[in-house]
T-cell receptor, first 115, second 112 residues
Framework: GAGVSQTPSNKVTEKGKYVELRCDPISGHTALYWYRQSLGQGPEFLIYFQGTGAADDSGLPNDRFFAVRPEGSVSTLKIQRTERGDSAVYLC?????????????FGPGTRLTVL | AQTVTQSQPEMSVQEAETVTLSCTYDTSESDYYLFWYKQPPSRQMILVIRQEAYKQQNATENRFSVNFQKAAKSFSLKISDSQLGDAAMYFCAYCESDKLIFGTGTRLQVFP
């Protein structure tokens, strides 16, 4: 079946603007994760969902970042008042459940550029 | 907090040869999971191999194998018979509370 998809693939915005990044997980996967990958770094955890609820949002850098998953499938990462330091690739992943051994399947990411 | 260290920013190998990528991690847990992910220029992370810490036997997946040394907290990846398509960034990751902690990656170049 289809893999994890993310839209848009690239987003350019101006400092101070609001952006939304979308993730469509693999059908039937109950766990969904967001990571942020800065240039030359490994991905860093932001938040994950089990079903509709955020199970762990400890990686969100500040209150400008927020994520939702209202129906337990598609998720949206929302960033308010964007800053240049928010520029990065935002990766989404899904897995069958939250059990640590389960493979996380990643999407191709959204490259966010804040001018 | 758990950390993952990849001390080789770049590695290169000739086609058909073998290369080993290093990874060390820090944890106080006794049972956990370790992963190697590959990230080609397309940006999509692909699972290469995984290891459960309670299993003594090193994991293998075709040309990919690991050398897991639990006491030393070392988890290296060996790629045998390297192919041009193996060229990518490789990330070692540790699973903590269901989320992945990644190292900074090793860029692997494969020369014909």
């Amino acid at each position: 079946g289809a893999g994890v998809s993310q839209t848009p693939s690239n987003k350019v915005t101006e400092k101070g603007k609001y952006v939304e990044l979308r993730c469509d997980p693999i059908s039937g996967h109950t766990a969904l994760y967001w990571y942020r990958q800065s240039l030359g770094q490994g991905p860093e955890f932001l938040i994950y969902f089990q079903g509709t609820g955020a199970a762990d949002d400890s990686g969100l850098p500040n209150d400008r970042f927020f994520a939702v998953r209202p129906e337990g499938s598609v998720s949206t990462l929302k960033i308010q008042r964007t800053e240049r330091g928010d520029s990065a690739v935002y990766l989404c992943a899904s897995s069958l459940s939250l059990a640590g051994y389960n493979e996380q399947f990643f999407g191709p990411g959204t490259r966010l550029t804040v001018l | 907090a758990q950390t993952v260290t990849q001390s080789q920013p770049e590695m290169s190998v000739q086609e058909a040869e073998t290369v080993t990528l290093s990874c060390t991690y820090d944890t106080s847990e006794s049972d956990y999971y370790l992963f190697w992910y590959k990230q080609p220029p397309s940006r999509q992370m692909i699972l290469v191999i995984r290891q459960e810490a309670y299993k003594q036997q090193n994991a293998t997946e075709n040309r990919f194998s690991v050398n897991f040394q639990k006491a030393a907290k070392s988890f290296s990846l060996k790629i045998s018979d390297s192919q041009l398509g193996d060229a990518a960034m490789y990330f070692c990751a540790y699973c903590e509370s269901d989320k992945l902690i990644f190292g900074t990656g090793t860029r692997l170049q494969v020369f014909p």
